[in-house]
């Protein structure tokens, strides 16, 4: 990505940046989230809800790479992956999503908003 692109979006309200992101993995079918070394996913907690980070670039996710995430692995999750385990893990620890976080915090959504938003997106290409 280009460096001012990048600028730009990190200037965007977190919802213009969930927004960005929704179109972003509905074209390219790709997200990026961080691991621990152990395999675990990175979760953070803020007022008493665990998040998940996602990103929709690589290059987003290694920005955010900070705060005792400098020495976590970044990995590309696909649709299949997000249907196959990702969705279960979320529903089965009372997970949201954060999407997008910058200093720790993007635009936070329910599983089902997030299906919801994603999907109606997806129409949008048929």
């Not at 998040?51 to 955010?64: D, G, N, V």
């Not at 696909?78 to 385990?85: A, I, R």
């Not at 279960?88 to 997008?100: G, S």
Request: proline share 3%; glycine share 2%.
């Amino acid at each position: 990505m280009h460096p001012k692109e990048i600028e730009n979006i990190l200037k965007l309200t977190p919802f213009e940046r969930y927004q960005y992101f929704i179109r972003k993995i509905a074209d390219r079918e790709i997200a990026y989230t961080f691991i621990f070394s152990n395999g675990d996913y990175a979760i953070s907690t803020i007022d008493d809800k665990k998040l998940l980070p996602i990103w929709s670039a690589k290059e987003f996710a290694e920005l955010s790479k900070t705060d005792g995430w400098e020495n976590c692995i970044i990995i590309e999750l696909t649709f299949d992956d997000f249907e196959e385990t990702l969705f279960d893990y979320i529903d089965e620890n009372n997970l949201l999503l954060n999407v997008f976080p910058t200093d720790k915090t993007g635009f936070v959504v329910s599983l089902e908003e997030f299906a919801r938003d994603l999907k109606d997106e997806l129409e949008q290409y048929q």
